[in-house]
């Protein structure tokens, strides 16, 4: 693994990219340990910001899409692969997507901040036969943030970057974020919806 890691670091945005395309795939890897990497490494100079967030942004949602199309269509050898090799528990899936099918706005976007919801919340969507539309909208929306949060805070506290990674593998943060982010959408709808009221 850190032989891979190392590999993704040499090879600049492309390495980002791919890293992130993994960690879209819901394959156990460090993508937010490479976000403040990379967040830091933009803080010094040597990469740029703007290009860690879009390779990353667009690298999650690759990988994210793909997930979301294999279980769609269930008889999907990749998908039929990551169970075998316990990546995916079905049963996990199965109530993921039940979920979904009540809460995917809560799962899609705040939920890419906790390491658990964000590794199988594509295949349940899949498995829920949600509109691509949507589930692209929402994913982009929810990788966005978590890139944009994660790369941030190792660009502006690069200093602390070894307490940050150790703080954002585990779950007090993740969790923090995500409720966080929960509070935000809400208040959105709920003006969202004073306003068409109102009209």
């Known amino acids: 693994m850190n032989n891979i890691i190392q590999f993704l670091v040499d090879l600049g945005y492309?390495?980002?990219?791919?890293?992130?395309?993994?960690?879209?795939l819901g394959v156990p890897f460090p993508g937010d340990a490479f976000l403040l990497f990379y967040g830091f490494s933009a803080s010094m100079g040597r990469i740029h910001l703007g290009g860690v967030l879009l390779a990353a942004t667009l690298g999650y949602l690759c990988g994210?899409?793909?997930?979301?199309?294999?279980a769609s269509s269930m008889e999907s050898r990749f998908l039929q692969a990551m169970m075998r090799t316990g990546i995916v528990k079905k049963p996990h899936l199965d109530r993921a997507a039940h979920l979904?099918?009540?809460?995917?706005?809560?799962?899609?976007?705040?939920?890419?901040f906790v390491p658990g919801i964000r590794a199988l919340s594509s295949y349940a969507a899949g498995l829920s036969r949600m509109a691509f539309t949507r589930f692209v909208l929402y994913t982009s929306i929810?990788?966005?943030?978590?890139?944009?949060?994660?790369?941030?805070?190792?660009?502006?506290?690069?200093?602390s970057v070894r307490t940050l990674l150790q703080t954002a593998r585990g779950p007090a943060l993740s969790i923090a974020v995500a409720l966080l982010m929960s509070g935000l959408i809400f208040y959105a709808w709920r003006q969202w919806l004073k306003q068409r009221r109102g009209d």
């Open 142 to 159: 929810g990788s966005a943030l978590w890139c944009s949060i994660i790369t941030l805070g190792g660009y502006f506290f690069g200093e």
């Open 100 to 112: 979904i099918d009540r809460h995917s706005i809560w799962l899609l976007i705040p939920g890419r």
């Open 64 to 70: 994210t899409s793909l997930a979301f199309y294999a």
């Open 14 to 24: 492309p390495g980002i990219w791919f890293a992130l395309f993994i960690e879209g």
